[in-house]
């Protein structure tokens, strides 16, 4: 099987002097393709801090990166492109623009890549109908619940068939049973598009989704 | 990236105002020198004399006496008697009961100085004598311009005398749309120069196979007396009635590009600092620096057009409303649209270059 994510002694610090802090401590993660990765640990343990060195948000200070066989340097690469071709997020807020429709959001990843409008479009049409939305196309983010919401925005994440989903506390603001239908969505989708995905969350209630978890504690992985 | 329509729509109002005020102080300056030339262009002399030191014909104090005619006249290349006295004096004539202003233009009926034929009635009734001695035989009539809306046979008054209008003139007001009064060169003495037997200048035309710059040159030899070409006189009295007074509105006009600039950079700014989390949430979905910036710079180009076209608009139809005479440059339109659209645009890129350096983790914190 592939090797998606593949990171080794990925360390990243924040602040400096007497007040520097370790978010993440010579960190060695290997995610492999269509896999299901849950990233679990309490509040301030560095997940947020880990899963934006892996989806190229963050430089790491030190260790390495491939991405999908290629080796990651923000010093010399431009992470954009890195993030709109082979990466997809889903942030906990959902952060949909909110004067765009269901439809039109899903099309702005798109319209990063530069992909064709009448493309988009209908990508945007298929993937909407796909997370059970195809009568909320033209419904904006406010007329829209949480789980509703959140659908929308892994419809984006899955726009540029990225190699690998981020999901940051995807569940977090939503109730159980929005929480129970968006992993059952997510199991769907990775079957259906061969995605692979890392979840953060600290919602131990979802582990059962989970192929794999990792924990962390202090900004280092450890074991359980 | 969606803008606040109302805050586009009243952008684009503040600088539609700015770029119309900016091109109509341009047309009210172009119009005013076009005015300070066409009298002078008008008169068809070339050769212009003025007392010594008085900086030019239009410019300075300058009183002639009867003999400079001579030195024009037997100045070998000037077309034969064609040296003419000239008095232009600035004077407060009451018309209709109200005091305002214009300027006296006596000359020599058939010589230059003033129009040869009127375009309505008829000219003044001419000096008998050959020179411009006192002579108190001559009717007070005048010729003014149609702009002034005085009807033949009405009468105006200028110091203590009553002058009365017998024909009109076209296209011959002087600065700002101030009134020319054209009579003869006795009845202007009598009239602002309580008959005093001078005259400001003397003009005079060169034969065509002459250079009017070597005549110049030969009759300022002459002690006592001051000769510019048509040239030099244009340049003077455009720089003495156009240039150095316009000075302030020529800083206000630049004062006036920095304001648009600033409007459309502060607006920007705004806009950029409002829409840092959707800014960030846009980089992270893999948004370049190039796309976020176009997002920003596309407003900035809509206020920019709309503003600087509706602005040019504005300025032509308030041009031909104006109760003066703006002359709006076509040329100088094109530059002022570019000038102002290039500082527009520049000064919104400078504050969207601020959109660059968000930060996109902020799409882990917080609501858009």
């Known amino acids: 099987m592939a090797v998606i994510v593949e990171a080794t002694g990925l360390t990243k610090r924040f602040g400096s002097g007497d007040a520097s802090v370790v978010a993440v401590n010579s960190v060695n993660v290997r995610i492999d393709e269509s896999e299901l990765v849950m990233i679990m640990g309490d509040s301030g343990c560095g997940k947020t801090t880990l899963i934006s060195l892996l989806g190229c948000i963050l430089t790491p200070d030190d260790g390495e990166l491939h991405i999908d066989g290629e080796s990651i340097?923000?010093?010399?690469?431009?992470?954009?492109?890195?993030?709109?071709?082979?990466?997809?997020?889903?942030?906990?807020?959902?952060?949909?623009?909110?004067?765009?429709?269901?439809?039109?959001?899903?099309?702005?990843?798109?319209?990063?890549?530069?992909?064709?409008?009448?493309?988009?479009?209908?990508?945007?049409?298929?993937?909407?109908?796909?997370?059970?939305?195809?009568?909320?196309?033209?419904?904006?983010?406010?007329?829209?619940?949480?789980?509703?919401?959140?659908?929308?925005?892994?419809?984006?994440?899955?726009?540029?068939?990225?190699?690998?989903?981020?999901?940051?506390?995807?569940?977090?603001?939503?109730?159980?049973?929005?929480?129970?239908?968006?992993?059952?969505?997510?199991?769907?989708?990775?079957q259906e598009h061969q995605t692979t995905i890392a979840i953060v969350t600290h919602h131990e209630g979802l582990k059962s989704n989970a192929e794999r978890i990792i924990h962390m504690k202090d900004g280092r992985i450890v074991m359980r | 990236m969606r803008y606040r329509r109302a805050r586009v729509v009243l952008t684009g109002l503040g600088i539609t105002?700015?770029?119309?005020?900016?091109?109509?102080?341009?047309?009210?300056?172009?119009?005013?020198?076009?005015?300070?030339?066409?009298?002078?262009?008008?008169?068809?002399?070339?050769?212009?004399?003025?007392?010594?030191?008085?900086?030019?014909?239009?410019?300075?104090?300058?009183?002639?006496?009867?003999?400079?005619?001579?030195?024009?006249?037997?100045?070998?290349?000037?077309?034969?008697?064609?040296?003419?006295?000239?008095?232009?004096?600035?004077a407060r004539p009451t018309v209709r009961g109200k005091s305002t202003k214009a300027i006296v233009v006596g000359y020599k009926l058939g010589k230059l100085g003033g129009p040869k034929h009127a375009i309505e009635g008829r000219m003044f009734t001419g000096s008998?004598?050959?020179?411009?001695?006192?002579?108190?035989?001559?009717?007070?009539?005048?010729?003014?311009?149609?702009?002034?809306?005085?009807?033949?046979?009405?009468?105006?008054?200028?110091?203590?005398?009553?002058?009365?209008?017998?024909?009109?003139?076209?296209?011959?007001?002087?600065?700002?749309?101030?009134?020319l009064l054209f009579m003869d060169v006795r009845v202007a003495q009598k009239v602002v120069f309580d008959n005093y037997p001078h005259v400001n200048m003397m003009i005079a035309r060169s034969m065509e196979n002459q250079k009017p710059a070597q005549i110049v040159a030969s009759l300022n030899s002459i002690e006592t007396i001051d000769v510019h070409t048509m040239k030099q006189t244009l340049g003077n009295i455009t720089?003495?009635?156009?240039?150095?007074?316009?000075?302030?509105?020529?800083?206000?006009?630049?004062?006036?590009?920095?304001?648009?600039?600033?409007?459309?950079?502060?607006?920007?700014?705004v806009t950029m600092l409002e829409k840092t989390q959707e800014i960030g949430v846009l980089k992270a979905i893999g948004g370049s620096n190039g796309y976020v910036m176009a997002l920003l710079l596309k407003q900035v180009v809509i206020i920019s057009v709309v503003g600087v076209m509706l602005g040019l608009g504005l300025a032509y139809f308030f041009a031909a409303a104006a109760p003066i005479f703006v002359a709006i440059h076509p040329v100088e339109s094109i530059i002022v649209v570019c000038i102002s659209f290039i500082v527009c645009c520049g000064s919104g890129y400078l504050a969207a270059r601020k959109a660059v350096t968000v930060d996109p983790m902020i799409a882990f914190r917080g609501e858009i």
């Open chain 1, 73 to 190: 340097d923000g010093t010399v690469q431009d992470m954009s492109v890195i993030r709109r071709e082979k990466i997809g997020f889903v942030f906990q807020l959902f952060h949909l623009l909110p004067y765009l429709t269901a439809l039109e959001n899903v099309m702005v990843a798109m319209d990063i890549a530069r992909k064709n409008t009448q493309d988009a479009e209908s990508r945007a049409q298929e993937l909407l109908t796909q997370v059970g939305l195809s009568e909320r196309f033209h419904h904006r983010p406010a007329q829209l619940s949480g789980g509703e919401k959140q659908r929308v925005s892994f419809a984006r994440a899955l726009a540029n068939r990225p190699k690998i989903i981020f999901a940051d506390e995807p569940t977090a603001n939503l109730d159980s049973r929005q929480s129970d239908n968006l992993m059952n969505l997510i199991q769907e989708m990775r």
């Open chain 2, 128 to 179: 008998e004598f050959k020179d411009y001695r006192p002579e108190d035989s001559i009717p007070f009539e005048v010729v003014v311009d149609e702009k002034m809306g005085l009807e033949i046979g009405e009468q105006i008054t200028l110091g203590n005398e009553k002058v009365r209008v017998v024909g009109k003139t076209r296209s011959l007001m002087f600065v700002l749309d101030t009134p």
């Open chain 2, 239 to 269: 720089e003495y009635y156009v240039d150095e007074p316009m000075k302030a509105v020529q800083f206000l006009r630049v004062m006036l590009w920095l304001a648009a600039g600033l409007l459309v950079g502060m607006i920007t700014y």
């Open chain 2, 17 to 90: 105002v700015l770029i119309s005020l900016i091109l109509l102080l341009g047309g009210i300056m172009n119009g005013m020198r076009i005015q300070a030339r066409q009298y002078v262009e008008s008169t068809g002399a070339d050769v212009w004399v003025s007392y010594e030191g008085s900086g030019g014909a239009f410019i300075g104090f300058s009183l002639l006496a009867e003999e400079h005619m001579v030195f024009l006249n037997s100045e070998q290349g000037i077309v034969a008697n064609s040296a003419s006295p000239l008095i232009f004096a600035q």
